[in-house]
């Protein structure tokens, strides 16, 4: 089973599948549209599927599947069908920014996908449109979160990446909504992975601060952690309806239970999000590779993984890719 050298077991692994967006948040992706990988760079989705099931071998139980957008990619249904047959395999997740989920939710439940996570930074039409730099896209991903949960892949998580600036004002809001619809609001602390570089301490609102706006008007109680290596802190609404997350690397980070590791889509193994090394995992299946190879050389890395992210270090370097290219 995979290891690493301060004893964390490591289980979850997480794919990209793309690196292509039809959006461009702000904290993630340049304004520029065309910055994505030639197609003939991305691993196949057999050259995926052979990776995860080596990984089932080595202990993974969790997959989630990301990108980019990962519903953008052709083929992806029948992927994750796929992926979901792996033996081992207990718990298949998506997380989309939600545009094509109206039509593709059905099919992803059909297709053994557990849950899914969508993110939504702004309740606002216009200030929704100013974080993706996407117009017009509201309404269609509010459409998506609404066919996620008839299609039964609930509990639906929210994704709210606070950024000073921007929506830090819709805290209540969303907190407001985790309780009149069936969902979960996770509230993620900005992190320095954006490709406009505009990351600094100023712009994180802290989980002290997302707690601080909701308890005095809904107070909150603090839920059990579903698992020892969760990376949100779990509230819910003394009055029992609805829950919230908060999701807070910067301010209390959470590296001690870290049972993390990622593929890029150009098959790069990363493990940690805020690794400054890459490992061609792709390109050691493609020089002929035995499974008992490309297992060795997974376990090697894995034993070498960063105790974590140095985000609070003077010396503090942000990793070359940004969000969008590593996969959140
Ligand atoms: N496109 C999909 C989406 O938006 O959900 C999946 C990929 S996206 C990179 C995965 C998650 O990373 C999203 O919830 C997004 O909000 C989050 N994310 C991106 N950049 C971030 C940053 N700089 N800090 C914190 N979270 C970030
Ligand atoms: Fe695209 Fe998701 Fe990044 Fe937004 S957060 S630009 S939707 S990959």
Same mark, same amino acid.
């Given at each position: ?49 052979? /990776? $995860? =099931?080596?990984?089932?071998?080595? !202990? +993974?139980?969790?997959?989630? #599947? @990301?990108?980019?957008?990962? &519903? *953008? ?6 992927? /994750? $069908? =796929?992926?979901?047959?792996?033996? !081992? +395999?207990?718990?298949?997740? #998506? @997380?989309?920014?939600?545009? &094509? *989920? ?227």
């Amino acid at each position: 089973m995979l290891q690493d050298s301060y004893g964390r077991d490591i289980h979850d692994l997480r794919i990209s599948v793309t690196d292509r967006c039809n959006f461009r948040c702000v904290y993630c992706k340049s304004a520029d549209p065309r910055n994505y990988s030639p197609h003939h760079n991305l691993l196949t989705w057999e050259e995926f599927l052979r /990776l $995860a =099931r080596i990984m089932a071998g080595l !202990g +993974i139980r969790k997959i989630r #599947v @990301t990108g980019g957008e990962p &519903l *953008l990619r052709d083929g992806i249904i029948d992927f /994750l $069908a =796929r992926l979901s047959e792996i033996e !081992g +395999i207990n718990d298949l997740a #998506v @997380t989309t920014n939600g545009y &094509l *989920l109206t039509e593709k939710a059905g099919e992803m439940a059909r297709a053994g996908v557990r849950r899914v996570n969508v993110s939504m930074d702004s309740a606002r039409p216009e200030k929704f449109a100013a974080i993706s730099r996407t117009p017009g896209s509201f309404e269609r991903v509010l459409r998506g979160v609404d066919a996620a949960l008839e299609a039964g892949l609930g509990p639906v998580k929210i994704n709210v990446v606070l950024v000073r600036g921007f929506n830090e004002g819709e805290i209540l809001g969303f907190a407001k909504l985790a309780r009149e619809k069936n969902l979960v609001v996770r509230f993620i602390e900005f992190m320095p992975l954006d490709a406009d570089h505009a990351w600094n301490r100023a712009r994180v609102v802290t989980a002290e601060e997302i707690f601080g706006a909701i308890d005095p008007v809904f107070p909150l109680v603090e839920l059990p952690r579903h698992e020892a290596s969760e990376t949100a802190l779990r509230f819910g609404f003394a009055d029992g309806k609805g829950e919230i997350g908060i999701v807070a690397p910067v301010s209390m980070p959470f590296c001690g239970q870290c049972s993390r590791i990622r593929v890029t889509a150009d098959g790069k193994l990363r493990t940690c999000l805020f690794s400054l090394a890459e490992h061609n995992v792709g390109r050691v299946m493609r020089s002929g590779a035995s499974d008992a190879e490309v297992q060795k050389y997974i376990e090697r890395l894995v034993y070498h993984k960063e105790p974590g992210h140095r985000i609070n270090e003077p010396d503090f370097v942000q990793p070359s890719r940004t969000m969008v290219y590593i996969g959140g």
